[in-house]
Each structure stands twice: as structure tokens, then as C-alpha cells.
């Protein structure tokens, strides 16, 4: 993963945490790696990777069992929330961009629309 200047290196690690378990690639209640495996699998100090589990927690993303790792939560309404907050963050990013270039409303959609991908 490449890190980017403008966020705090724990923020962008949680939301690819986020993303990764929003699209199934980690699944509810599975097992976290270690604060140092995750460390490693992202190169960042393992202060950082205690941080990020910290946050995670304090979000309830993840819970630890003492003894036994950090596990991602088997909350599906907090799956969903997080769900929901990723994809009202996308669309409000785009909007914005949109705007910015001139877009109105209507040409938005417009453009949704002939642009569909599916």
C-alpha cells in the first residue's frame, strides 16, 4: 500500500481495513493478524499498528480476547453502518468533484446514466 502526505498513515491503514472487510476480502468475527504481523503486512512501526487496533476498537470495528487476538465484530449492523458511511463518503467525493468541473444535478445523473457500468 502506498501512503499518501495528506492523512495520518494509522487513518489510511483502518480504511483499507475498512474497505478490505466491507467487500469480504476479511470477514466478520475472522481473526486479525498480530499488531506485528499487521506491521509487517503494511510496513509501518508497530506503535502504529497498535493505534490502528486501538481505533478500531474504540469504533467497534474490532474487539480483543485477551489471550486470543483481535477479531473483526460479527455486528452486522455496524457492518452495515460502515458500509453505508464508505459509500456516502464515495458519492460525496464525487459530487464535489463534479461540481467543482460545472456539473449540475441533472447532468450528473445524466452522466450516471450513460456511464453505467453494469
Keep these: 500500500m502506498e501512503f499518501k502526505n495528506n492523512s495520518p498513515i494509522y487513518l489510511q491503514v483502518i480504511d483499507d481495513l ?3 472487510i466491507v467487500i469480504g476480502e476479511i470477514l ?3 481473526k486479525m493478524p498480530s499488531t506485528r504481523e499487521l506491521a509487517l503486512q503494511y510496513q509501518i512501526n508497530p506503535n502504529t499498528a497498535v493505534r490502528v487496533y486501538n481505533e478500531m476498537e ?11 487476538g483481535t477479531f473483526v465484530t ?4 455496524k457492518y452495515n453502518s460502515i458500509r453505508r458511511e464508505m459509500a456516502e463518503d464515495y458519492v460525496k467525493h464525487f459530487m464535489e468533484g463534479m461540481s467543482y468541473i460545472g456539473f449540475s444535478k441533472e447532468e450528473i445523473i445524466k452522466c450516471i446514466e450513460e456511464f453505467q457500468m453494469l
Aim: proline share 0%; charged share 45%; hydrophobic share 35%.
Design 18 to 20: 475498512k474497505r478490505r
Design 74 to 77: 460479527e455486528d452486522v449492523e
Design 28 to 30: 466478520l468475527g475472522e
Design 58 to 68: 474504540g469504533l467497534g470495528l474490532v474487539f480483543t480476547k485477551r489471550g486470543l
